[in-house]
Protein backbone atom coordinates (compact mmCIF):
# COMPACT_ATOMS: atom_id res chain seq x y z
CA UNK A 1 0.00 0.00 0.00
CA UNK A 2 2.91 2.25 0.69
CA UNK A 3 4.53 1.13 -2.27
CA UNK A 4 0.93 2.49 -4.13
CA UNK A 5 0.42 5.90 -2.63
CA UNK A 6 4.11 6.70 -3.29
CA UNK A 7 3.49 6.26 -7.23
CA UNK A 8 0.02 8.33 -6.92
CA UNK A 9 2.20 10.75 -5.57
CA UNK A 10 4.67 10.69 -7.77
CA UNK A 11 2.71 10.73 -10.57
CA UNK A 12 0.69 13.74 -9.11
CA UNK A 13 3.72 15.34 -8.44
CA UNK A 14 4.69 14.35 -12.34
CA UNK A 15 1.34 15.83 -13.81
CA UNK A 16 1.88 18.96 -11.55
CA UNK A 17 5.01 19.86 -13.49
CA UNK A 18 3.92 19.56 -16.89
CA UNK A 19 0.84 21.79 -16.38
CA UNK A 20 3.44 23.68 -14.67
CA UNK A 21 5.37 24.04 -17.56
CA UNK A 22 2.77 24.26 -19.86
CA UNK A 23 1.65 27.30 -18.03
CA UNK A 24 5.46 28.73 -17.99
CA UNK A 25 5.93 28.08 -22.16
CA UNK A 26 2.42 30.14 -22.42
CA UNK A 27 3.43 33.14 -20.32
CA UNK A 28 7.09 32.89 -22.02
CA UNK A 29 5.28 32.91 -25.52
CA UNK A 30 2.88 35.91 -24.87
CA UNK A 31 6.48 37.60 -23.49
CA UNK A 32 8.04 36.82 -26.59
CA UNK A 33 5.14 37.68 -29.11
CA UNK A 34 4.63 41.07 -27.83
CA UNK A 35 8.25 42.01 -29.13
CA UNK A 36 8.20 39.78 -31.83
CA UNK A 37 8.93 41.43 -35.22
CA UNK A 38 5.70 41.08 -37.33
CA UNK A 39 7.45 40.08 -39.82
CA UNK A 40 9.45 37.14 -38.56
CA UNK A 41 5.89 36.96 -36.60
CA UNK A 42 4.29 35.85 -40.34
CA UNK A 43 6.70 33.78 -41.21
CA UNK A 44 6.54 31.32 -38.68
CA UNK A 45 2.82 31.51 -38.87
CA UNK A 46 3.18 30.49 -42.33
CA UNK A 47 5.68 27.69 -42.13
CA UNK A 48 3.02 26.42 -39.64
CA UNK A 49 0.17 26.05 -42.17
CA UNK A 50 2.67 25.06 -44.66
CA UNK A 51 3.26 21.90 -42.34
CA UNK A 52 -0.29 21.66 -41.39
CA UNK A 53 -1.45 21.22 -45.17
CA UNK A 54 1.53 18.47 -45.64
CA UNK A 55 0.05 16.49 -43.17
CA UNK A 56 -3.85 17.25 -42.91
CA UNK A 57 -5.69 16.55 -46.60
CA UNK A 58 -8.55 19.37 -44.98
CA UNK A 59 -8.31 22.88 -47.02
CA UNK A 60 -9.75 26.30 -44.60
CA UNK A 61 -11.48 29.20 -46.38
CA UNK A 62 -11.46 32.42 -43.95
CA UNK A 63 -13.83 35.08 -44.65
CA UNK A 64 -13.02 38.41 -42.56
CA UNK A 65 -15.24 40.89 -41.47
CA UNK A 66 -13.76 43.76 -42.22
CA UNK A 67 -12.31 44.20 -45.93
CA UNK A 68 -9.15 46.58 -46.75
CA UNK A 69 -10.31 50.28 -47.97
CA UNK A 70 -13.57 49.98 -46.10
CA UNK A 71 -15.56 50.66 -43.04
CA UNK A 72 -18.04 48.82 -43.38
CA UNK A 73 -18.92 45.42 -42.27
CA UNK A 74 -17.93 42.64 -45.26
CA UNK A 75 -20.63 41.34 -47.54
CA UNK A 76 -19.85 37.84 -47.77
CA UNK A 77 -19.14 37.68 -44.21
CA UNK A 78 -22.85 39.04 -43.20
CA UNK A 79 -23.93 36.85 -45.56
CA UNK A 80 -22.49 33.77 -43.83
CA UNK A 81 -23.63 35.18 -40.52
CA UNK A 82 -26.87 35.07 -41.61
CA UNK A 83 -26.89 31.84 -42.98
CA UNK A 84 -25.38 30.53 -40.50
CA UNK A 85 -28.04 31.64 -37.93
CA UNK A 86 -30.95 30.49 -39.97
CA UNK A 87 -29.50 26.95 -40.50
CA UNK A 88 -27.48 26.20 -38.12
CA UNK A 89 -27.52 27.82 -35.14
CA UNK A 90 -29.52 25.21 -33.70
CA UNK A 91 -26.50 22.80 -33.21
CA UNK A 92 -24.51 25.59 -31.40
CA UNK A 93 -23.90 25.27 -27.68
CA UNK A 94 -22.54 29.12 -26.97
CA UNK A 95 -25.07 32.57 -29.30
CA UNK A 96 -25.16 35.66 -29.38
CA UNK A 97 -28.17 37.59 -29.32
CA UNK A 98 -27.98 40.87 -30.82
CA UNK A 99 -31.15 43.76 -32.08
CA UNK A 100 -29.51 44.72 -35.67
CA UNK A 101 -29.97 48.28 -36.87
CA UNK A 102 -32.33 47.65 -39.53
CA UNK A 103 -34.17 44.85 -37.82
CA UNK A 104 -37.50 44.81 -35.41
CA UNK A 105 -36.58 41.81 -33.77
CA UNK A 106 -33.53 39.98 -31.98
CA UNK A 107 -31.01 37.73 -34.45
CA UNK A 108 -28.96 34.99 -32.74
CA UNK A 109 -25.59 33.70 -34.17
CA UNK A 110 -22.90 31.79 -33.36
CA UNK A 111 -20.46 32.81 -30.62
CA UNK A 112 -16.88 33.38 -31.03
CA UNK A 113 -14.81 30.51 -31.08
CA UNK A 114 -17.91 28.04 -31.85
CA UNK A 115 -18.23 25.39 -34.40
CA UNK A 116 -20.93 24.27 -35.89
CA UNK A 117 -20.76 21.34 -38.91
CA UNK A 118 -23.25 21.33 -42.18
CA UNK A 119 -23.93 18.83 -44.44
CA UNK A 120 -24.29 19.90 -48.75
CA UNK A 121 -24.98 17.36 -51.28
CA UNK A 122 -23.07 14.59 -49.15
CA UNK A 123 -20.13 16.73 -48.28
CA UNK A 124 -19.30 17.36 -44.36
CA UNK A 125 -18.14 20.49 -43.41
CA UNK A 126 -17.32 22.89 -40.67
CA UNK A 127 -17.88 26.69 -39.59
CA UNK A 128 -15.76 28.12 -36.81
CA UNK A 129 -15.60 31.73 -35.57
CA UNK A 130 -12.56 32.89 -34.23
CA UNK A 131 -11.34 36.35 -32.60
CA UNK A 132 -8.42 37.97 -32.54
CA UNK A 133 -7.12 40.80 -30.19
CA UNK A 134 -4.62 42.83 -31.42
CA UNK A 135 -1.51 43.72 -29.95
CA UNK A 136 -1.17 45.58 -26.26
CA UNK A 137 1.11 48.54 -28.07
CA UNK A 138 -0.74 49.22 -30.85
CA UNK A 139 -3.07 51.95 -31.33
CA UNK A 140 -6.02 51.88 -33.19
CA UNK A 141 -7.46 54.60 -35.01
CA UNK A 142 -10.74 52.79 -36.17
CA UNK A 143 -13.12 50.36 -34.12
CA UNK A 144 -12.90 47.66 -36.36
CA UNK A 145 -8.89 47.30 -35.80
CA UNK A 146 -10.07 46.80 -32.03
CA UNK A 147 -10.60 43.07 -32.69
CA UNK A 148 -10.72 41.08 -35.77
CA UNK A 149 -13.74 38.45 -36.71
CA UNK A 150 -13.31 35.56 -39.09
CA UNK A 151 -15.16 32.46 -40.08
CA UNK A 152 -13.44 29.91 -41.25
CA UNK A 153 -15.08 26.97 -43.63
CA UNK A 154 -13.02 23.39 -43.55
CA UNK A 155 -13.82 20.95 -45.51
CA UNK A 156 -11.69 17.99 -47.35
CA UNK A 157 -9.95 18.50 -50.48
CA UNK A 158 -11.81 16.17 -52.78
CA UNK A 159 -14.71 18.46 -51.93
CA UNK A 160 -12.75 21.72 -53.37
CA UNK A 161 -15.03 22.26 -56.76
CA UNK A 162 -18.22 21.53 -54.80
CA UNK A 163 -17.74 23.94 -52.40
CA UNK A 164 -16.20 26.95 -55.14
CA UNK A 165 -18.59 26.34 -57.77
CA UNK A 166 -22.33 25.57 -55.79
CA UNK A 167 -21.89 25.81 -51.69
CA UNK A 168 -20.54 29.67 -51.54
CA UNK A 169 -23.21 30.55 -53.82
CA UNK A 170 -26.02 28.92 -51.97
CA UNK A 171 -24.47 30.61 -48.66
CA UNK A 172 -24.06 33.82 -50.42
CA UNK A 173 -27.65 33.46 -51.84
CA UNK A 174 -29.47 31.98 -48.31
CA UNK A 175 -27.66 34.23 -46.12
CA UNK A 176 -29.01 37.09 -48.33
CA UNK A 177 -32.96 35.73 -48.77
CA UNK A 178 -32.33 35.41 -44.71
CA UNK A 179 -31.08 38.85 -44.83
CA UNK A 180 -34.42 40.46 -46.50
CA UNK A 181 -36.41 38.04 -44.17
CA UNK A 182 -35.32 39.35 -40.76
CA UNK A 183 -34.51 43.25 -41.76
CA UNK A 184 -36.90 46.28 -41.36
CA UNK A 185 -37.48 48.08 -44.20
CA UNK A 186 -35.96 51.70 -44.37
CA UNK A 187 -36.98 55.20 -46.29
CA UNK A 188 -34.16 56.86 -47.60
CA UNK A 189 -33.60 60.50 -48.42
CA UNK A 190 -30.00 61.71 -49.73
CA UNK A 191 -27.56 63.93 -47.89
CA UNK A 192 -26.45 67.27 -48.88
CA UNK A 193 -23.21 66.76 -50.99
CA UNK A 194 -20.82 68.40 -48.07
CA UNK A 195 -21.42 65.61 -45.78
CA UNK A 196 -20.05 62.82 -48.27
CA UNK A 197 -16.73 63.22 -46.88
CA UNK A 198 -15.13 62.30 -43.62
CA UNK A 199 -14.85 59.69 -41.73
CA UNK A 200 -18.26 59.04 -41.04
CA UNK A 201 -19.48 60.20 -44.71
CA UNK A 202 -23.00 58.79 -45.66
CA UNK A 203 -24.77 59.76 -48.98
CA UNK A 204 -28.29 58.48 -47.60
CA UNK A 205 -29.72 58.35 -44.48
CA UNK A 206 -32.57 56.29 -43.18
CA UNK A 207 -35.10 56.00 -40.70
CA UNK A 208 -37.65 52.92 -40.38
CA UNK A 209 -40.26 52.46 -42.74
CA UNK A 210 -43.43 52.16 -41.12
CA UNK A 211 -46.11 53.04 -43.36
CA UNK A 212 -49.54 51.14 -43.25
CA UNK A 213 -50.71 51.25 -46.17
CA UNK A 214 -51.28 48.11 -48.25
CA UNK A 215 -53.02 47.56 -51.76
CA UNK A 216 -56.64 46.23 -49.46
CA UNK A 217 -56.70 49.82 -48.18
CA UNK A 218 -55.77 51.57 -51.16
CA UNK A 219 -59.03 53.54 -52.09
CA UNK A 220 -58.63 52.22 -55.92
CA UNK A 221 -60.81 49.94 -58.58
CA UNK A 222 -60.22 46.21 -57.55
CA UNK A 223 -59.74 45.40 -61.30
CA UNK A 224 -56.95 48.63 -61.66
CA UNK A 225 -55.23 47.35 -58.37
CA UNK A 226 -55.35 43.83 -59.90
CA UNK A 227 -53.42 44.83 -62.56
CA UNK A 228 -50.77 46.69 -60.93
CA UNK A 229 -50.04 43.70 -57.76
CA UNK A 230 -49.91 41.14 -61.58
CA UNK A 231 -47.14 43.81 -63.20
CA UNK A 232 -45.08 43.78 -59.87
CA UNK A 233 -44.78 40.16 -59.32
CA UNK A 234 -44.04 39.83 -62.64
CA UNK A 235 -40.94 42.29 -62.34
CA UNK A 236 -40.16 40.75 -58.82
CA UNK A 237 -40.02 37.02 -60.05
CA UNK A 238 -38.55 37.90 -63.83
CA UNK A 239 -34.82 37.93 -63.69
CA UNK A 240 -34.14 35.26 -65.75
CA UNK A 241 -36.99 36.94 -67.86
CA UNK A 242 -35.18 40.35 -68.05
CA UNK A 243 -31.50 38.90 -68.55
CA UNK A 244 -32.96 36.56 -71.97
CA UNK A 245 -34.41 39.60 -73.39
CA UNK A 246 -31.49 41.79 -72.81
CA UNK A 247 -32.77 44.71 -70.35
CA UNK A 248 -31.47 45.91 -67.38
CA UNK A 249 -33.21 44.46 -64.40
CA UNK A 250 -35.82 47.83 -63.68
CA UNK A 251 -39.01 49.14 -64.43
CA UNK A 252 -40.39 52.49 -64.51
CA UNK A 253 -43.93 53.48 -62.91
CA UNK A 254 -45.25 56.97 -63.77
CA UNK A 255 -48.08 58.48 -61.05
CA UNK A 256 -50.10 61.32 -62.13
CA UNK A 257 -53.21 62.37 -61.35
CA UNK A 258 -54.41 65.72 -58.73
CA UNK A 259 -53.24 66.33 -55.16
CA UNK A 260 -55.34 63.73 -52.57
CA UNK A 261 -55.41 61.07 -54.85
CA UNK A 262 -53.00 58.49 -53.44
CA UNK A 263 -49.76 58.59 -55.34
CA UNK A 264 -47.29 58.71 -52.07
CA UNK A 265 -50.02 56.15 -50.74
CA UNK A 266 -49.65 54.09 -53.17
CA UNK A 267 -45.39 53.97 -53.38
CA UNK A 268 -45.97 53.07 -49.67
CA UNK A 269 -47.80 49.81 -50.62
CA UNK A 270 -45.88 48.74 -53.61
CA UNK A 271 -43.18 48.73 -50.98
CA UNK A 272 -44.66 46.81 -48.33
CA UNK A 273 -45.75 44.32 -50.85
CA UNK A 274 -42.52 44.14 -52.75
CA UNK A 275 -40.68 43.99 -49.15
CA UNK A 276 -38.88 47.13 -50.54
CA UNK A 277 -36.65 49.65 -49.40
CA UNK A 278 -37.25 53.21 -50.74
CA UNK A 279 -35.13 56.10 -51.71
CA UNK A 280 -36.80 59.60 -51.66
CA UNK A 281 -35.00 61.51 -54.23
CA UNK A 282 -34.83 65.50 -53.39
CA UNK A 283 -33.43 66.63 -56.89
CA UNK A 284 -33.45 70.38 -55.38
CA UNK A 285 -30.40 69.30 -53.03
CA UNK A 286 -28.57 67.83 -56.21
CA UNK A 287 -25.50 69.34 -58.00
CA UNK A 288 -24.64 68.27 -60.79
CA UNK A 289 -25.40 64.54 -63.24
CA UNK A 290 -22.12 63.49 -61.33
CA UNK A 291 -23.87 63.78 -57.78
CA UNK A 292 -26.80 62.25 -59.24
CA UNK A 293 -25.05 59.12 -60.65
CA UNK A 294 -23.19 59.06 -57.40
CA UNK A 295 -26.36 59.26 -55.35
CA UNK A 296 -27.56 56.08 -57.69
CA UNK A 297 -24.34 53.90 -57.40
CA UNK A 298 -24.80 53.77 -53.52
CA UNK A 299 -28.89 52.45 -54.17
CA UNK A 300 -29.31 48.76 -53.26
CA UNK A 301 -31.09 46.30 -54.99
CA UNK A 302 -34.16 45.57 -53.66
CA UNK A 303 -35.65 48.88 -53.75
CA UNK A 304 -37.67 51.81 -55.12
CA UNK A 305 -36.18 55.47 -55.79
CA UNK A 306 -38.77 57.86 -56.25
CA UNK A 307 -38.65 61.38 -57.29
CA UNK A 308 -42.26 63.05 -56.06
CA UNK A 309 -43.61 65.95 -57.94
CA UNK A 310 -41.15 65.65 -60.72
CA UNK A 311 -42.77 68.64 -62.69
CA UNK A 312 -41.65 71.01 -59.43
CA UNK A 313 -38.17 69.47 -58.69
CA UNK A 314 -36.06 70.97 -61.74
CA UNK A 315 -36.38 72.67 -64.46
CA UNK A 316 -37.37 69.41 -67.09
CA UNK A 317 -40.94 70.61 -67.93
CA UNK A 318 -39.88 72.52 -71.15
CA UNK A 319 -39.87 71.03 -74.55
CA UNK A 320 -36.64 71.44 -76.34
CA UNK A 321 -37.41 74.17 -78.07
CA UNK A 322 -35.66 75.77 -80.79
CA UNK A 323 -33.77 78.86 -81.11
CA UNK A 324 -35.76 81.70 -82.91
CA UNK A 325 -33.42 83.71 -85.58
CA UNK A 326 -33.20 87.40 -84.21
CA UNK A 327 -34.69 89.94 -86.43
CA UNK A 328 -31.58 92.24 -87.46
CA UNK A 329 -31.57 95.40 -85.95
CA UNK A 330 -31.05 98.76 -88.13
CA UNK A 331 -27.85 100.38 -87.25
CA UNK A 332 -28.33 104.34 -85.70
CA UNK A 333 -26.97 107.07 -88.27
CA UNK A 334 -23.74 107.19 -85.67
CA UNK A 335 -23.25 103.79 -86.67
CA UNK A 336 -22.30 103.00 -83.12
CA UNK A 337 -24.09 99.30 -81.64
CA UNK A 338 -25.65 98.71 -78.65
CA UNK A 339 -22.77 96.91 -76.03
CA UNK A 340 -24.20 93.91 -74.67
CA UNK A 341 -24.31 93.80 -70.72
CA UNK A 342 -21.54 91.53 -69.41
CA UNK A 343 -22.81 88.37 -67.95
CA UNK A 344 -23.33 88.26 -64.36
CA UNK A 345 -20.52 86.43 -61.88
CA UNK A 346 -20.84 83.48 -61.36
CA UNK A 347 -23.65 82.44 -64.23
CA UNK A 348 -21.60 80.00 -66.08
CA UNK A 349 -20.70 78.12 -62.88
CA UNK A 350 -24.67 78.32 -61.81
CA UNK A 351 -25.14 76.32 -65.36
CA UNK A 352 -22.77 74.12 -64.52
CA UNK A 353 -24.16 72.97 -60.88
CA UNK A 354 -27.37 71.51 -61.50
CA UNK A 355 -29.23 68.45 -63.07
CA UNK A 356 -29.42 68.44 -66.44
CA UNK A 357 -32.41 66.56 -68.61
CA UNK A 358 -29.83 64.47 -70.54
CA UNK A 359 -28.42 63.61 -66.88
CA UNK A 360 -31.65 62.70 -65.31
CA UNK A 361 -32.96 60.61 -68.40
CA UNK A 362 -28.98 58.96 -68.07
CA UNK A 363 -29.71 57.93 -64.59
CA UNK A 364 -33.28 56.19 -65.54
CA UNK A 365 -32.58 54.55 -68.26
CA UNK A 366 -28.82 54.77 -69.69
CA UNK A 367 -25.64 52.81 -68.91
CA UNK A 368 -25.22 53.74 -65.08
CA UNK A 369 -29.15 52.38 -64.74
CA UNK A 370 -27.59 48.91 -65.25
CA UNK A 371 -25.44 48.90 -62.37
CA UNK A 372 -27.12 46.59 -59.68
CA UNK A 373 -30.56 45.12 -60.24
CA UNK A 374 -34.13 44.66 -58.95
CA UNK A 375 -34.79 48.36 -58.82
CA UNK A 376 -37.67 50.12 -59.63
CA UNK A 377 -37.90 54.26 -60.11
CA UNK A 378 -40.86 56.17 -59.71
CA UNK A 379 -41.75 59.29 -60.65
CA UNK A 380 -45.07 61.51 -59.57
CA UNK A 381 -46.59 64.86 -61.16
CA UNK A 382 -49.75 66.85 -60.94
CA UNK A 383 -49.60 67.67 -64.75
CA UNK A 384 -48.39 65.22 -66.81
CA UNK A 385 -48.73 67.11 -69.59
CA UNK A 386 -45.89 69.34 -68.69
CA UNK A 387 -43.08 66.98 -69.12
CA UNK A 388 -40.66 66.55 -71.79
CA UNK A 389 -41.96 63.30 -73.92
CA UNK A 390 -38.42 61.97 -73.44
CA UNK A 391 -38.48 61.64 -69.95
CA UNK A 392 -41.71 59.45 -69.63
CA UNK A 393 -41.78 57.72 -72.73
CA UNK A 394 -41.95 53.61 -72.55
CA UNK A 395 -38.56 52.00 -71.45
CA UNK A 396 -37.88 54.62 -69.14
CA UNK A 397 -41.32 55.26 -67.17
CA UNK A 398 -43.02 51.70 -68.51
CA UNK A 399 -46.27 52.00 -66.79
CA UNK A 400 -48.49 55.27 -66.60
CA UNK A 401 -51.00 54.73 -63.67
CA UNK A 402 -53.70 57.65 -63.85
CA UNK A 403 -54.40 58.44 -59.92
CA UNK A 404 -58.19 59.94 -60.72
CA UNK A 405 -60.71 60.98 -58.66
CA UNK A 406 -62.69 58.85 -56.44
CA UNK A 407 -65.25 56.21 -58.23
CA UNK A 408 -67.85 54.51 -56.46
CA UNK A 409 -65.88 51.22 -56.73
CA UNK A 410 -63.04 53.20 -54.98
CA UNK A 411 -65.36 54.49 -52.27
CA UNK A 412 -66.66 50.99 -51.71
CA UNK A 413 -63.12 50.42 -50.62
CA UNK A 414 -62.60 52.94 -48.82
CA UNK A 415 -66.45 52.19 -46.84
CA UNK A 416 -65.45 48.93 -46.25
CA UNK A 417 -61.95 49.90 -44.64
CA UNK A 418 -63.02 52.93 -42.15
CA UNK A 419 -66.64 51.93 -41.37
CA UNK A 420 -66.97 48.20 -42.46
CA UNK A 421 -69.55 48.40 -44.26
CA UNK A 422 -70.50 46.41 -47.60
CA UNK A 423 -73.62 48.19 -48.20
CA UNK A 424 -76.70 51.13 -47.46
CA UNK A 425 -79.35 52.85 -48.56
CA UNK A 426 -77.12 55.69 -49.11
CA UNK A 427 -75.15 53.49 -51.51
CA UNK A 428 -77.20 54.15 -54.69
CA UNK A 429 -77.75 58.15 -54.08
CA UNK A 430 -73.80 57.86 -53.12
CA UNK A 431 -73.13 56.39 -56.75
CA UNK A 432 -74.81 59.06 -58.20
CA UNK A 433 -73.44 61.96 -56.88
CA UNK A 434 -69.76 60.03 -57.94
CA UNK A 435 -70.97 60.32 -61.32
CA UNK A 436 -71.04 63.89 -60.97
CA UNK A 437 -68.54 64.86 -58.93
CA UNK A 438 -65.52 65.08 -58.88
CA UNK A 439 -63.95 64.33 -55.22
CA UNK A 440 -60.57 62.83 -53.98
CA UNK A 441 -60.31 59.51 -52.23
CA UNK A 442 -58.29 61.73 -49.37
CA UNK A 443 -61.62 64.28 -49.30
CA UNK A 444 -63.71 60.84 -49.43
CA UNK A 445 -62.28 59.05 -46.25
CA UNK A 446 -61.78 62.30 -44.22
CA UNK A 447 -65.39 62.76 -44.56
CA UNK A 448 -66.13 58.94 -43.81
CA UNK A 449 -63.75 58.81 -40.81
CA UNK A 450 -66.05 58.76 -37.75
CA UNK A 451 -65.46 61.82 -35.43
CA UNK A 452 -65.72 59.77 -32.39
CA UNK A 453 -65.42 56.49 -30.66
CA UNK A 454 -68.92 55.44 -31.78
CA UNK A 455 -69.00 54.42 -35.23
CA UNK A 456 -72.34 56.01 -36.28
CA UNK A 457 -72.21 54.77 -40.14
CA UNK A 458 -75.44 56.88 -40.79
CA UNK A 459 -74.07 60.00 -39.96
CA UNK A 460 -70.60 59.24 -41.91
CA UNK A 461 -72.49 58.48 -44.59
CA UNK A 462 -74.54 61.23 -44.66
CA UNK A 463 -71.35 63.61 -44.10
CA UNK A 464 -70.03 62.46 -46.79
CA UNK A 465 -73.67 63.15 -49.30
CA UNK A 466 -74.25 66.69 -47.72
CA UNK A 467 -70.42 67.18 -48.68
CA UNK A 468 -70.89 65.75 -52.56
CA UNK A 469 -73.84 67.75 -52.84
CA UNK A 470 -72.22 71.27 -51.74
CA UNK A 471 -69.28 70.11 -54.14
CA UNK A 472 -71.95 69.45 -56.86
CA UNK A 473 -73.68 72.85 -56.03
CA UNK A 474 -70.37 74.57 -56.43
CA UNK A 475 -69.10 73.21 -59.74
CA UNK A 476 -72.62 73.90 -61.25
CA UNK A 477 -72.52 77.80 -59.96
CA UNK A 478 -68.96 78.33 -61.36
CA UNK A 479 -70.20 76.68 -64.43
CA UNK A 480 -73.09 79.39 -64.54
CA UNK A 481 -70.69 82.35 -63.76
CA UNK A 482 -68.18 81.22 -65.95
CA UNK A 483 -69.28 81.95 -69.22
CA UNK A 484 -70.56 85.58 -67.72
CA UNK A 485 -66.77 86.34 -66.27
CA UNK A 486 -65.53 85.58 -69.72
CA UNK A 487 -67.64 87.99 -71.21
CA UNK A 488 -66.89 90.86 -68.52
CA UNK A 489 -63.12 89.51 -69.26
CA UNK A 490 -63.82 90.42 -72.78
CA UNK A 491 -65.57 93.78 -72.16
CA UNK A 492 -62.84 95.14 -69.86
CA UNK A 493 -60.01 94.46 -72.40
CA UNK A 494 -62.29 95.66 -75.13
CA UNK A 495 -62.69 99.31 -73.05
CA UNK A 496 -58.86 99.24 -72.47
CA UNK A 497 -58.02 98.74 -76.36
CA UNK A 498 -60.37 102.15 -76.93
CA UNK A 499 -59.28 103.88 -74.18
CA UNK A 500 -55.46 103.21 -75.30
CA UNK A 501 -56.54 103.97 -79.10
CA UNK A 502 -57.75 107.35 -77.99
CA UNK A 503 -55.06 108.14 -75.56
CA UNK A 504 -52.26 107.56 -78.95
CA UNK A 505 -55.17 109.71 -81.27
CA UNK A 506 -54.37 112.37 -78.62
CA UNK A 507 -50.93 112.38 -78.77
CA UNK A 508 -50.90 112.27 -82.64
CA UNK A 509 -53.02 115.12 -82.43
CA UNK A 510 -50.89 116.99 -80.09
CA UNK A 511 -47.69 116.39 -82.34
CA UNK A 512 -49.47 117.61 -86.05
CA UNK A 513 -50.21 120.95 -83.67
CA UNK A 514 -46.51 121.56 -82.45
Known amino acids: MEAIAGDVHAHGYGWAGVWSAAASLIFLWSMVQQHLPAQLEEYLAALSRRLQAAITPYVTISIDEHVPASFGRSEAYLAAEAYLSATCASAARRLRADLAADSDRMSVAVDDHEEVADDFRGAKLWWRKTKTLPRGNVISWSAHEEE ?167 DLTGKRKKKKKK ?59 KLDPALIRRGRMDVHIEMS ?61 KALKEAKEEALAKALAGPEHEEGAEDDDEEEDDSSSSSEEEENGKKKEE
Request: glycine share 6%; aromatic share 10%; with cysteine.
Open 148 to 314: RRTYCLTFHRRHRGLVDALYLPHVLAEGRAATVRNRQRRLFTNNPSSDWSGYDARVWSHVKLEHPSTFATLGMHPDKKRDIIDDLDMFRDGKDYYASVGKAWKRGYLLFGPPGTGKSTMIAAMAKYLDYDVYDLELTSVKNNTELRRLFIETKGKSIIVVEDIDCSL
Open 327 to 385: PNKKKSKSGDKKKKAPPAPGAGKDEENKVTLSGLLNFIDGLWSACGGERIIVFTTNHKE
Open 405 to 465: YCCFESFKVLAKNYLHVDDHELFHEIRQLLGAVNMTPADVAENLMPKSKKKDVDTSLARLV
